[in-house]
């Protein structure tokens, strides 16, 4: 399962959603039955690919099976441990957001313990894409990893503000 949910990392950032997709979908099929931990990759795949590729009713659909079966798994007896939980709830957090349902969006980040890194770098995309850029830019600030992804964020936020001074020196922090 976490091969076929690196392929389908690695087919997303290339933008082959289709065979991202799949591949995610074989990993579910491999690991049916398994241990959630598990499964819990493949289905966070797949609900990244499926957004990025503007299929957010299918990526919401997605989300839905993989969290019904989390419960099961807990009234089954097997506690379903989520690790990095963050990334398919920004996913789906950018999605409300997307749609203009802020308070969904909202609720879903209360869910989170702490400050997630992998939210914030879905959701401060988002947030660009709702016209919100120093929210976006508050958000992708200091984020430990991705830093490539954050700094393009920024720089976008930038430009949409106007900063152009600051720009400059954003791209030339992408450029290095």
């Not at 957010?56 to 019904?68: G, I, L, P, Q, T």
């Not at 097997?78 to 950018?94: E, K, N």
């Amino acid at each position: 399962m976490d091969i076929c949910s690196s392929v389908a990392r690695t087919r997303t950032a290339r933008g082959d959603y289709a065979g991202a997709v799949a591949a995610a979908d074989l990993g579910d099929e491999l690991g049916a039955g398994s241990d959630h931990r598990w499964r819990a990759w493949p289905a966070r795949s797949k609900v990244d690919a499926l957004f990025w590729w503007d299929k957010w009713d299918a990526a919401m659909e997605s989300y839905e099976r993989f969290v019904e079966d989390l419960r099961g798994s807990d009234r089954d007896g097997r506690r379903a441990r989520q690790s990095r939980p963050g990334r398919m709830l920004g996913v789906v957090a950018a999605i409300h957001t997307l749609r203009g349902e802020t308070e969904a969006a909202d609720r879903l980040e209360r869910r989170l313990p702490v400050s997630n890194p992998h939210f914030d770098l879905v959701y401060a995309h988002a947030q660009l894409g709702a016209g919100e850029p120093e929210l976006a830019l508050e958000r992708s600030t200091g984020l430990p990893f991705l830093r490539p992804w954050a700094r393009a964020i920024r720089a976008e936020s930038l430009a949409m503000l106007g900063r152009w001074d600051e720009f400059d020196g954003a791209l030339q922090e992408l450029a290095d």
